[in-house]
């Protein structure tokens, strides 16, 4: 059974810092391409960062660059993807998706996800 969960949202005040964990299991993620993507009410589903298989492999959105940090560890049976956010702004709210891909980097920018999670609320006050 596929299963990818998100953990580590909350609510923060501006300026702070917030580390989101997924774990995925169930498939050989050890050999996907991951990423996070973020959806804001009323607003499409969007690219925030992603990484290729072995971790040397990274991209991230324009808006977030500098800010966040994705990294991921590759266990034996699960795969755990983070993302460190720092320099928080309210316009980071949004519920956080963390995804896996059997492509590559460029594929998961491009939103080409074979798996999703269900997502962690992530809410930054001013």
């Known amino acids: 059974q596929v299963q990818l969960v998100e953990s580590g949202g909350g609510l923060v005040q501006a300026g702070g810092s917030l580390r989101l964990s997924c774990a995925a299991s169930g498939r050989t993620f050890s050999t996907y391409a991951m990423g996070w993507f973020r959806q804001a009410p009323g607003k499409e589903r969007e690219f925030v960062a992603a990484i290729g298989w072995s971790g040397s492999t990274t991209g991230y959105a324009d808006s977030v660059k500098g800010r966040f940090t994705i990294s991921r560890n590759n266990a034996q049976n699960t795969v755990y993807l983070y993302l460190q956010m720092n320099s928080l702004k309210p316009e980071d709210t949004a519920v956080y998706y963390c995804?896996?891909?059997?492509?590559?980097?460029?594929?998961?920018?491009?939103?080409?996800?074979?798996?999703w999670g269900q997502g962690t609320q992530v809410t930054v006050s001013s």
């Open positions: 995804s896996a891909s059997r492509t590559g980097v460029h594929t998961v920018r491009l939103g080409g996800v074979d798996y």
